[in-house]
């Protein structure tokens, strides 16, 4: 942890330029630091994960699975499946409800994490299906979008801050179900979909911008961009992921410098805060997170402590 020691230190103090975003931005986000925009991002983060939402997870959520397509473990199992549309629907709009959000905010949660797939941005950009496993269910998938900026929207009545995660990117980034289909093959790691999944992130800053600066009024509580939820090379060889790391970042930077971007650490914390030290001295400007992912639920001891004591941590 020597690295991340040193990356903290290093950062503690650093004082961000102004990068105002370009018109149309409203003044209320564009005003001298700090305004509310910043007090979202750079404070405290006590938050919670949105699981099973938009990105269906079987073990949280079974529901949606009665009419999917064997072996019904996945978003695309259930897209597929007979009557997959209303399915995904009625659970987008039931799973999380306003008295949800009243919940989460009167506990002290100030921030959400929301796992989407690369087509629910479909309905926006068409594009995101192609050569993909989710060409031609465009139709399925064209109302997430709206409820996915609904989400932001609702999450600010409440002050909290909402990080967008990239959790199904094409050819899927892991082996596991809710990274969009069953196949326990892993693709992602081809020069054509990472190519894809860039382009597909481009196109997810740029709505989700265009969105929060456009609405009335301005939304300030976009915290971040996930770009990809917990990448796992199948041969271990994580040089092509890192490299792409590089190359997305810049071309996130030019879109929206402001914008916090968070990069998965592959559970190698100490060789991924090498590679965020790096892409902070090519990106000065950049605001970046390392996301490293502890689970407190795989051994006897963990599933025996109370949720209450697991937050006390």
């Known amino acids: 942890m020597d690295k991340v020691k040193s990356f903290l230190h290093k950062h503690a103090h650093h004082q961000y330029p102004e990068h105002p ?26 938050g919670v994960n949105l699981g099973s939402w938009f990105v269906l997870e079987r073990w949280i959520a079974d529901t949606p699975y009665r009419f999917a397509v064997a072996p019904g473990q996945s978003d695309h199992d ?7 549309k209303q399915v995904l629907e009625k659970h987008w709009d039931q799973w ?11 506990r002290g949660i100030n921030t959400v994490r929301i796992p989407i797939g690369f087509y629910h941005l479909c309905s926006v950009d068409p ?5 993909t496993d989710f060409a031609g269910l465009g ?43 069953s196949s326990p093959n892993i693709s992602f790691f081809t020069s054509s979909h990472m190519s894809h999944t860039a382009h597909i ?17 301005p939304l ?28 997305t970042v810049s071309a996130l930077q030019k879109i929206d410098p402001s914008m916090p ?41 963990d599933a025996a402590t109370p949720a209450a004591a697991h937050a006390g941590a």
């Open 261 to 301: 971007l968070y990069l998965g650490d592959s559970w190698r914390t100490d060789e991924y805060a090498g590679v965020l030290e790096q892409l902070a001295k090519e990106n000065p400007t950049a605001i970046l997170a390392l996301d490293h992912h502890l689970y407190r639920c795989f051994t006897q001891g």
């Open 127 to 131: 594009s995101v299906l192609d050569g």
């Open 96 to 106: 999380i409800s306003e008295s949800d959000w009243e919940w989460i905010a009167q």
């Open 21 to 46: 975003p370009p018109p149309p931005a409203p003044a209320a986000l564009t005003e001298s630091f700090p305004n509310e925009q910043d007090f979202y991002r750079y404070r405290k983060q006590r």
């Open 78 to 84: 259930v897209a597929r499946g007979s009557y997959g």
């Open 220 to 247: 300030p509580n976009l915290v971040g961009i996930e770009l990809l939820n917990e990448p796992n090379p199948p041969t271990n060889d994580h040089s092509a992921l890192q490299k792409w790391y590089h190359s």
């Open 139 to 181: 139709n399925v998938f064209e109302g997430a979008w709206g409820r996915i900026t609904n989400a932001i929207a609702t999450a600010h009545r409440y002050g909290i801050g909402v990080l967008i995660d990239l959790h199904a990117a094409p050819g899927k980034q892991n082996a596991d179900a809710h990274s969009g289909t």
């Open 201 to 217: 992130l481009t196109s997810l800053l740029t709505h989700l911008t265009t969105f929060t600066r456009t609405h009335n009024p």
